[in-house]
């Protein structure tokens, strides 16, 4: 097995135990949710397989869903960002992202906040339209979004640069 693997499983382990042991407990006012473990997802190498990334966010939303009792809201908002992945990184990156010299755990820079941040808004749009699922309640799927959309990408940046490899 290659580093790159054995980190990504490590990766894929500590999120999902940390999301079920503490970010699962935080519910403040009702609103804000932080949901941190789509860090795997967003951290997945540029130029790893893709459909190995499409098989690990499902396995990683079913896994969610299992602990959460969910019915699918994880497993699909987790596929839905891993299939629009590269779009995003399109739209961030540009010609960077051909060439696939992007990495996301280095400085924080406009592409790789747009990069995240479009991912965390997209996974929790279609999270809380499915778990809501009423259009009558569109102002609380949008302050909801939005609300937990800031929290969870505030925890994301300071959880990527607190663990951020050291450079040799």
């Not at 970010?23 to 795997?40: A, C, M, R």
């Not at 990683?60 to 869903?65: A, I, K, N, Q, S």
């Amino acid at each position: 097995m290659n580093s790159t693997l054995l980190i990504n499983i490590a990766r894929f382990i500590i999120l999902i135990l940390a999301q079920v042991a503490f970010f699962d407990k935080i519910n403040f006012l009702g609103y804000i949710n932080p949901y941190p473990y789509i860090l795997f997802i967003i951290l997945y190498p540029v130029n790893a397989n893709k459909n190995g990334l499409l098989l690990a966010s499902f396995l990683l939303g079913l896994t969610m869903d299992m602990f959460n009792n969910s019915g699918g809201v994880h497993a699909t908002s987790c596929i839905t960002l891993a299939y629009l992945r590269p779009s995003f990184f399109k739209f961030s990156f540009g010609l960077s992202y051909e060439y696939q010299t992007v990495k996301i755990n280095e400085r924080l820079t406009p592409e790789r906040f747009s990069f995240i941040l479009i991912s965390i808004l997209t996974h929790h749009i279609v999270f809380f339209l499915l778990e809501i699922f009423r259009f009558s309640f569109f102002w609380n799927i949008l302050f909801r979004t939005v609300l937990s959309t800031i929290f969870t990408l505030l925890l994301c940046i300071l959880i990527i640069y607190m663990f951020k490899p050291a450079k040799n």
